[in-house]
């Protein structure tokens, strides 16, 4: 079992507005159903309070906002601290345990020696230290789910797709802290005339767009990497029993060290200035995709024993 590293809770940072805007696009129904909350962080006052969000029906059953009080991550596999999910998980979904065994990034060993790989992507004068790292799912705006490693330092996130069988970074993408501009939380949704089946799960968004929308070419092109945002969720290790306590893999341990470091990073570089905090549904724009639904049913984006074929 992997030591613990607890890290300082820093709040979140100042500039919380007074009136707080709740955004409720129901029509017509009276029914309590979340629909979102919206919360401004930035840099002003030295003692800012730890903010709170109200939410417009639906909220958790105990009425609590944000919990700031979760532990840090940890480079190694497990951690004897609780992750309870803020993120919904699906429910009743269990990860079997040979299921879990055929990742490759499962074995041991295998993600402290990625993240060491991973070390090498890092530039002191431009990212600063590294504070955590996490094995999670992204879900591209082609809604393909792949695993992913997220390294958060002082200054960056990076986004790396790592081979976990050979051991070589395929490609990686260094987004700034002081860029983003919105960050979201909620259950990942699809429109209304979409015909996929519920995600019934949440996610984080990450978003540096200020508000502009990519081109038709840009959405409409599987690999393009300049999409302004991206999503994550839960790994899938994390639905294994024996994983549940493990925040390598758990979306909202990153989602709340991020928070952190996004305050940090605009005190430094862009004091005064806010991000969106937003907790509220997550469109995924899929209406038909035949082609991510068996993508992701049959974890392409998963490095995998598939019963002696490792790909």
Request: charged residues 25%; contains cysteine.
């Given at each position: 079992?992997?030591?613990?590293?607890?890290?300082?809770?820093?709040?979140?940072?100042?500039?919380?507005?007074?009136?707080?805007?709740?955004?409720?696009?129901?029509?017509?129904?009276?029914?309590?159903?979340?629909?979102?909350?919206?919360?401004?962080i930035g840099s002003g006052s030295p003692n800012p309070p730890v903010p709170s969000v109200a939410i417009a029906g639906g909220a958790a059953a105990?009425?609590?906002?944000?919990?700031?009080?979760?532990?840090?991550?940890?480079?190694?596999?497990?951690?004897?601290?609780?992750?309870?999910?803020?993120?919904?998980?699906?429910?009743?979904?269990?990860?079997?345990?040979?299921?879990?065994?055929?990742?490759?990034?499962?074995?041991?060993?295998?993600?402290?020696?990625?993240?060491?790989?991973?070390?090498?992507?890092?530039?002191?004068?431009?990212?600063?230290?590294?504070?955590?790292?996490?094995?999670?799912?992204?879900?591209?705006?082609?809604?393909?789910?792949?695993?992913?490693?997220?390294?958060?330092?002082?200054?960056?996130?990076?986004?790396?797709?790592?081979?976990?069988?050979?051991?070589?970074?395929?490609?990686?993408?260094?987004?700034?802290?002081?860029?983003?501009?919105?960050?979201?939380?909620?259950?990942?949704?699809?429109?209304?005339?979409?015909?996929?089946?519920?995600?019934?799960?949440?996610?984080?968004?990450?978003?540096?767009?200020?508000?502009?929308?990519?081109?038709?070419?840009?959405?409409?092109?599987?690999?393009?990497?300049?999409?302004?945002?991206?999503?994550?969720?839960?790994?899938?290790?994390?639905?294994?029993?024996?994983?549940?306590?493990?925040?390598?893999?758990?979306?909202?341990?990153?989602?709340?060290?991020?928070?952190?470091?996004?305050?940090?990073?605009?005190?430094?570089?862009?004091?005064?200035?806010?991000?969106?905090?937003?907790?509220?549904?997550?469109?995924?724009?899929?209406?038909?995709?035949?082609?991510?639904?068996?993508?992701?049913?049959?974890?392409?984006?998963?490095?995998?024993?598939?019963?002696?074929?490792?790909?």
């Amino acid at each position: 079992m992997a030591e613990t590293k607890e890290k300082t809770t820093i709040p979140v940072e100042e500039n919380i507005a007074t009136d707080m805007k709740i955004d409720d696009d129901r029509t017509g129904d009276d029914s309590a159903e979340f629909t979102g909350a919206t919360l401004e962080i930035g840099s002003g006052s030295p003692n800012p309070p730890v903010p709170s969000v109200a939410i417009a029906g639906g909220a958790a059953a105990d009425g609590s906002a944000f919990d700031r009080g979760r532990p840090g991550s940890v480079y190694g596999r497990q951690s004897i601290k609780s992750t309870t999910s803020r993120t919904s998980m699906r429910p009743g979904y269990v990860e079997p345990v040979e299921i879990t065994k055929g990742y490759f990034s499962y074995k041991d060993g295998s993600f402290d020696n990625a993240v060491e790989n991973c070390k090498s992507l890092l530039k002191n004068e431009l990212d600063g230290s590294l504070q955590g790292a996490w094995l999670l799912t992204e879900i591209d705006h082609w809604d393909n789910e792949r695993e992913k490693i997220l390294l958060l330092t002082d200054s960056s996130l990076f986004i790396v797709n790592y081979n976990f069988i050979n051991s070589k970074i395929l490609d990686s993408k260094r987004v700034m802290l002081h860029l983003i501009d919105t960050i979201q939380v909620g259950d990942l949704t699809y429109p209304k005339e979409s015909v996929m089946p519920d995600r019934q799960h949440g996610g984080v968004r990450i978003l540096w767009n200020k508000g502009e929308q990519p081109s038709f070419g840009q959405m409409w092109n599987p690999w393009c990497s300049s999409i302004p945002w991206t999503t994550f969720s839960h790994h899938p290790v994390l639905y294994n029993p024996k994983e549940n306590e493990t925040i390598t893999y758990n979306v909202d341990d990153f989602y709340e060290s991020l928070l952190q470091a996004v305050s940090k990073a605009f005190q430094k570089k862009k004091p005064g200035e806010k991000v969106r905090l937003i907790e509220g549904p997550i469109l995924i724009e899929n209406y038909l995709g035949v082609s991510s639904l068996v993508f992701n049913q049959s974890h392409l984006g998963f490095f995998r024993d598939r019963n002696g074929v490792s790909f």
